[in-house]
């Protein structure tokens, strides 16, 4: 028995199996997290090293090119990349898409353990970050203080660290700028000179009397007892009493010889919000938690929390993560809304009876539910690409419902029965319907082989359209013809009635007049076949030829509502100077830009919350937040041009990016790179600088820059290697003897109350701040001899570059850029035709990054999935109606669709990105949907008896309002993302476009060139005059 015949006959139990559907789709629903995008395993390790003290040159050669080499031999590795800053190294290795980051993470372990023996001493062993989704914090605050500043570690750590880390759901918590605290040394260089005392030797003192150390078990009589050696500081004063040193008879203590006190760290940056210095705190989540909950639960907790701080400390929540992620999710519900209500109306419009409608709308919540089982079973999140898939399919859930339903009314309309005519009308068009999904299917289950962040946004959209078509098909079988064989009876036309009826009257007049002006048009173009195909052929032609006049960029960018400012000042500029230019910033924008809400701003080196290392002392960020799109006039990015003459009117500012707008993770902050490879640092330097001031003057591109800053002078001291020798000392040993004085050197680890503190030895400020100062800092000769630096040495002056990037072990400096009101490809072709016009010498090389590269990688993978969706469509197609060309003449639709992709896209002005090819891919699925409901009825009644001729027109105009419904459903579903309603819609505005654009031209194709087409292909051609011969 036929599964429609069943489901018509047991009406009760096909209800419970659809009812029993919607209440575990319910229940998924309401289990399922809520998150901005899918999980996703980035395929990225970063190694970072800590080399204090040391410059770019050198940690590039004593760290980061021992990394590379020992860690270039990991399996499935793609790339290594690295930056080598001043006492960092960072070395980020991206593997391929598809490896196992477990066993890359333990691939990657296991030599850094190898590679330890090759570093120097001094630095840090090198930690390993892997990146993971709930890293990102979920909610960012900014804490700010007057009197209680000092003591901000402490009290973030008791007071706000410690209650959010018990919420349910919290990973951590992790603090950015405080003030650090710590036991300093200060020491004496005339005291220490008359001791004969050096830092090491203190140090090492310091070190064997702070100790806490097992010593066995003890048995006394029928108990046993833990030993320890327990010595460790009790007091800072306990510090003060370690003897240092047995000078002529007596012992001499530390106190004698240096100045003990507690204090904080000296400042590698400068952190404040809305004009106050402070420090911010992320909250992050475990990683199966639900982002929205935990956010709820952490500002829920704030309140109780902020009450137990001083009263000058005040918190400012400076990001909420879920604060985004409700909005674009509500705002993708009310899209999702308004297409379910176009839909309903097409369809009560088409078939002028509530009854239909609320047939036909009963696959939509079916189909739809059915994804959040999916999303449940696969253990994914209600995101904005689930929601934005579940809008796209919309409108093509109701497609096979439409054509089922359409036909049933037909036979009523007849005289059947609805029992009869819900199985007779659904056995006419069911192999139609199964194909069509086929086709759907065949376009958009390639989606899901899609690698990279492009994989990401796209292949659960390909697999939760294909779960939701899939179900449709089954509910339109079903479903439909049960509910129609129960609900459905003849549209009364008579007269009276009421002004329902009068306009049901009126609108199915209208329709039937349609339907001959489209039989009596394609009546002409099937006489006329022969014009018909060519204008037909010269319409693709020239659209064909418009194709050079559509730019194209990777990822369009929407409106996030957030301004970032990334600057320099000149290299030898101090950490305050950088900070006070950064103030005066601060002011003018905040005086300039009403639409500001909150500004923050960190000048100097910042450990990032996403685990990341800052620059310079000389390097400031802002990062300004603007109020909600719906209360301001301007966009974020023209903000962000006003922000850009403001940048440009500081004098100090030698250097500036302003950057602007989401891309969903998928673009670059500035998406022209064009790379440089070479060692010579003034060869590459020389270029990129000629490079960057000729993108200067190229239309379109904004905020040039270099990924080298300028160089900045450095002093070396350079020892004599004999004088060394003679006082049996090595170069390490004066190194660190000069790093301890300069730099300090962390002898010990005082501990009080749970807390730890560094315990740092350093001479004073006064006696370490000149060169003369250094040249005759000491050091104790194993000769018994106190010799002085500038007796082993002298000190001499470089220009050295502040960083140094590498790529696959080869120096590479980046001059990257944005653009604004014009197409990356045009931009692209006229930076690559200076390039083009360059004679480069042999040893360096110019290659192309940034955005332009992952659209040229993601083109040519769309285009291949778009290939084999074509391939498999036509398999799907020639075995439904066993033949090798009838497939052809359907499929000639598909051009034509893409030539209202290219009209669409320049009539909007709108860059084709692969979210648009996306569109124009999903095409082929759609638009052979309704050629093939054409083809199989034409069939249909060629098998009862018709001529060609009156097969081809009698079928077209019987097909022609499920074709105009099943376009316009689909259409309308779309028209909310095309109009960007809400945050996050502009992402997918492009796709809608190619749709709307390419679904309404190739309908008209579908209509009359089709038919024209099938019949071309009949053995006997159709006459002039309408007869067959």
């Known amino acids: 028995m036929n599964i429609f015949r069943l489901a018509v006959m047991r009406p009760i139990a096909t209800s419970m199996v659809f009812i029993a559907i919607m209440v575990f789709g319910i229940y998924s629903y309401i289990k399922l997290p809520v998150d901005l995008f899918p999980e996703v395993e980035s395929p990225i390790i970063s190694v970072i090293t800590s080399y204090e003290g040391a410059g770019a040159l050198e940690v590039e050669r004593n760290v980061t090119e021992h990394l590379e080499s020992v860690l270039g031999t990991t399996p499935d590795l793609l790339e290594v990349t690295s930056t080598s800053l001043d006492n960092f190294s960072v070395v980020t290795l991206e593997f391929n898409s598809g490896a196992n980051m477990d066993e890359a993470t333990n691939n990657v372990r296991d030599r850094l353990g190898r590679a330890e023996f090759l570093l120097p001493e001094d630095a840090d062993d090198p930690i390993l970050q892997k990146f993971d989704a709930s890293a990102i914090p979920v909610v960012v605050y900014a804490v700010t203080a007057e009197e209680s500043f000092p003591e901000l570690e402490q009290l973030i750590d008791d007071l706000i660290v410690n209650p959010i880390n018990r919420i349910s759901g919290v990973g951590d918590v992790s603090v950015t700028g405080a003030p650090s605290r710590e036991v300093q040394v200060v ?492 060692f010579d640092l003034e060869q590459t330097t020389a270029l990129a600088n000629d490079l960057a001031e000729h993108m200067k003057g190229i239309e379109g591109i904004r905020d040039v820059g270099l990924s080298r800053g300028e160089s900045r002078p450095e002093f070396e001291i350079i020892f004599d290697r004999e004088r060394l020798s003679d006082f049996g000392l090595s170069s390490a040993q004066v190194a660190q003897v000069v790093r301890g004085n300069v730099a300090g050197q962390t002898a010990t680890i005082f501990r009080r109350e749970g807390d730890e503190y560094d315990v740092v030895l350093r001479y004073a400020e006064s006696e370490r701040g000149s060169l003369e100062q250094i040249r005759d800092m000491t050091i104790n000769a194993p000769t018994g001899a106190r010799v002085r630096i500038q007796d082993l040495g002298e000190i001499k002056e470089f220009m050295v570059p502040p960083n140094i990037e590498r790529i696959d072990r080869e120096r590479m400096l980046t001059v990257s850029a944005g653009i604004e009101g014009r197409a990356l490809n045009l931009v692209m072709e006229d930076v690559a035709e200076w390039v083009d016009a360059q004679e480069l010498p042999p040893q360096i090389a110019i290659t192309y990054g940034g955005d332009f590269q992952e659209q040229q990688e993601s083109f040519q993978d769309l285009f291949l999935i778009l290939a084999l969706s074509l391939i498999l469509v036509y398999l799907v197609m020639a075995g439904q109606f066993e033949s090798l060309k009838e497939p052809f003449v359907i499929m000639f639709s598909i051009p034509f669709a893409f030539t209202g992709v290219i009209l669409a896209l320049l009539l909007t002005d709108t860059p084709l990105s692969v979210i648009g090819l996306i569109g124009a891919i999903i095409l082929v699925g759609i638009v052979v949907k309704n050629a093939i409901v054409l083809i199989d009825y034409i069939k249909l009644l060629q098998g009862r008896g018709l001529s060609i001729f009156d097969a081809i027109v009698e079928g077209s105009m019987s097909r022609l309002r499920p074709v105009l419904m099943t376009t316009l459903t689909t259409i309308l579903a779309m028209i909310p993302l095309a109009l960007e309603i809400g945050e996050g819609a502009e992402l997918w505005k492009p796709m809608a476009i190619s749709v709307i654009g390419g679904l309404t031209f190739s309908t008209v194709v579908t209509l009359i060139i089709v038919p024209v087409l099938y019949g071309m292909f009949e053995r006997n051609a159709v006459t002039r005059t309408g007869g067959l011969s």
């Open 187 to 678: 020491l004496d260089p005339e005291r220490l000179r008359a001791y004969n005392l050096d830092i090491p030797q203190i140090a090492q003192a310091l070190q064997a009397e702070n100790i806490s150390s097992p010593a066995g078990r003890v048995d006394l009589g029928n108990e046993s007892y833990n030993l320890r050696v327990n010595t460790e500081f009790r007091s800072v004063e306990d510090i003060g009493g370690v003897i240092v040193a047995n000078f002529q008879g007596r012992q001499v203590t530390l106190d004698q010889v240096a100045t003990i006190r507690e204090g904080f760290a000296d400042e590698d940056a400068i952190s404040r919000v809305n004009g106050r210095q402070g420090l911010t705190f992320a909250v992050q989540k475990q990683s199966e938690a639900n982002t929205v909950e935990v956010s709820e639960r952490v500002l829920a907790a704030m309140p109780a929390i902020i009450d137990t701080l001083p009263d000058d400390v005040e918190l400012t929540m400076i990001i909420d993560t879920s604060e985004f992620i409700v909005s674009a999710i509500d705002n993708l519900s009310s899209v999702l809304f308004y297409a379910v209500v176009f839909v309903v109306l097409v369809v009560l419009i088409f078939l002028r009876q509530w009854r239909a409608t609320i047939v036909i709308a009963a696959t939509i919540p079916v189909s739809l539910i059915v994804g959040f089982i999916y999303l449940t079973l696969v253990g994914s999140t209600l995101n904005m690409i689930s929601l934005s898939s579940l809008s796209i399919a919309l409108g093509m859930v109701v497609d096979d419902a439409i054509v089922v339903l359409e036909n049933i009314m037909q036979h009523i309309e007849r005289g059947s029965t609805p029992r009869e005519a819900a199985i007779h009308g659904t056995g006419e068009v069911g192999v139609a319907v199964i194909a069509t999904t086929l086709t759907v299917v065949a376009v958009f289950l390639p989606l899901t082989f899609l690698e990279g962040m492009t994989g990401v946004w796209f292949g659960q959209l390909g697999a939760i359209v294909v779960v939701t078509v899939v179900t449709s098909t089954v509910a339109a079988l079903t479903l439909t013809p049960m509910m129609g064989s129960l609900l459905m009876k003849p549209v009364d036309e008579g007269p009276g009635g009421g002004p329902l009826r009068a306009l049901s009257r009126g609108i199915n007049a209208g329709l039937s007049a349609l339907e001959r002006l489209y039989g009596a048009t394609l009546r002409v173009a099937v006489r006329y076949r022969k014009t018909t195909m060519l204008v037909a052929m010269l319409t693709f032609a020239g659209s064909v030829a418009l194709v050079p006049r559509v730019g194209t960029e990777f990822m369009p960018i929407s409106d996030d509502g957030f301004v970032t400012v990334s600057g320099e000042l000149e290299t030898s500029r101090s950490l305050e100077y950088t900070s006070e230019v950064v103030g005066r910033l601060e002011a003018q924008i905040t005086e300039a830009i009403p639409e500001l809400k909150r500004i923050n701003s960190t000048s100097g080196t910042s450990g990032s919350m996403f685990g990341g290392v800052g620059g310079g002392k000389n390097e400031f960020q802002l990062r300004m937040e603007l109020i909600d799109q719906d209360d301001r006039e301007r966009s974020v990015f023209e903000v962000a041009d006003q922000i850009r003459g403001i940048m440009a009117g500081v004098p100090e500012v030698v250097t500036s990016t302003v950057t602007s707008g989401n891309s969903g993770g998928a673009g670059s902050a500035q998406p022209v790179a064009v790379e440089i490879r070479g």
